[in-house]
């Protein structure tokens, strides 16, 4: 399999819109009808349930499971960790977004402890990679204050350490199994100042992740939004009409779109100290 082919890429999208896979999502207010809306674009079936004592019943019926640590309490702490061991214990993938993680030291205790339950992949900015890595002051309250090539290092190690898919996702995104490294360019200046795309991001890669293996399906889902991103920033005179313009893309999104309009390129492994 070719991981960087448009037509490799476009097949996992299809079959996103295809088998239309149930996303379970506990995500923080502000993501959740972007989240919601972007799964739908994409062909995939978004579903915001965060209570713990539905977790047994809701994990055997979904496909994936997203968890977003962008706002937390002592109840959503435990329905994380309650999800994340259901749907380890039942062979299903799950994805972490790391919201945060280095800000405070709720957030670092939740990533930790989320991450000791293996997650099958994990989407975070570079700030966030770092901070996970153990580099303080890569975070400014949940943005990045590193570009991601600067994460690259981390990631790798970070995907090594842990047996989790990692993508470093920024201007550039990179995305790593600790022995092969994708690069995707794509999307739109407008993107980060566009509240909550990048955990729409997360909720789209838990879709992807129900229907490929884990490489692949980061990648795909992450060229794919970098295509949609980046169609739907020419569209556009600033970031307030971006969401609706992005998940029009989203749901029109043919193969030409992803050759066009995002670049997938396989780099060497930077070998970690």
């Given at each position: 399999?070719?991981?960087?082919?448009?037509?490799?890429?476009?097949?996992?999208?299809?079959?996103?819109?295809?088998?239309?896979?149930?996303?379970?999502?506990?995500?923080?207010?502000?993501?959740?009808?972007?989240?919601?809306?972007?799964?739908?674009?994409?062909?995939?079936?978004?579903?915001?349930?965060?209570?713990?004592?539905?977790?047994?019943?809701?994990?055997?019926?979904?496909?994936?499971?997203?968890?977003?640590?962008?706002?937390?309490?002592?109840?959503?702490?435990?329905?994380?960790?309650?999800?994340?061991?259901?749907?380890?214990r039942r062979g299903k993938p799950w994805l972490l977004d790391p919201v945060g993680v280095g800000a405070?030291?709720?957030?670092?205790?939740?990533?930790?402890?989320?991450?000791?339950?293996?997650?099958?992949?994990?989407?975070?900015?570079?700030?966030?990679?770092?901070?996970?890595?153990?580099?303080?002051?890569?975070?400014?309250?949940?943005?990045?204050?590193?570009?991601?090539?600067?994460a690259i290092g981390a990631a790798i190690a970070l995907a090594k350490s842990t047996g989790a898919i990692?993508?470093?996702?920024?201007?550039?995104?990179?995305?790593?199994?600790?022995?092969?490294?994708?690069?995707?360019?794509?999307?739109?200046?407008?993107?980060?100042?566009?509240?909550?795309?990048?955990?729409?991001?997360?909720?789209?890669?838990?879709?992807?992740?129900?229907?490929?293996?884990?490489?692949?399906?980061?990648?795909?889902?992450?060229?794919?939004?970098?295509?949609?991103?980046?169609?739907?920033?020419?569209?556009?005179?600033?970031?307030?009409?971006?969401?609706?313009?992005?998940?029009?893309?989203?749901?029109?999104?043919?193969?030409?779109?992803?050759?066009?309009?995002?670049?997938?390129?396989?780099?060497?492994?930077?070998?970690?100290?």
């Amino acid at each position: 399999m070719n991981l960087t082919d448009p037509r490799t890429i476009f097949d996992c999208n299809e079959r996103v819109r295809e088998q239309r896979p149930l996303v379970q999502n506990i995500a923080n207010f502000v993501s959740m009808t972007i989240s919601a809306n972007v799964l739908l674009a994409a062909g995939s079936s978004p579903a915001m349930v965060h209570a713990a004592e539905e977790v047994d019943d809701f994990s055997a019926i979904a496909s994936a499971l997203c968890i977003n640590i962008g706002t937390l309490s002592p109840d959503w702490v435990r329905s994380m960790k309650v999800a994340a061991e259901w749907y380890g214990r039942r062979g299903k993938p799950w994805l972490l977004d790391p919201v945060g993680v280095g800000a405070t030291k709720l957030r670092d205790r939740t990533a930790a402890e989320l991450i000791a339950l293996r997650p099958t992949a994990i989407r975070a900015n570079a700030g966030e990679i770092l901070a996970l890595a153990g580099q303080s002051g890569s975070v400014r309250g949940v943005d990045s204050a590193a570009g991601s090539k600067a994460a690259i290092g981390a990631a790798i190690a970070l995907a090594k350490s842990t047996g989790a898919i990692v993508a470093a996702t920024g201007e550039t995104d990179y995305v790593t199994d600790g022995r092969q490294l994708i690069a995707i360019e794509g999307g739109h200046a407008l993107m980060p100042v566009s509240t909550a795309l990048g955990c729409a991001l997360s909720s789209l890669c838990g879709a992807f992740l129900a229907v490929a293996e884990p490489m692949p399906a980061m990648i795909s889902a992450l060229a794919v939004y970098a295509a949609a991103g980046k169609i739907a920033g020419k569209r556009v005179k600033g970031p307030g009409h971006l969401p609706a313009e992005l998940c029009d893309a989203l749901h029109n999104l043919c193969e030409a779109d992803i050759a066009a309009n995002s670049v997938v390129r396989s780099l060497p492994v930077t070998e970690v100290a």
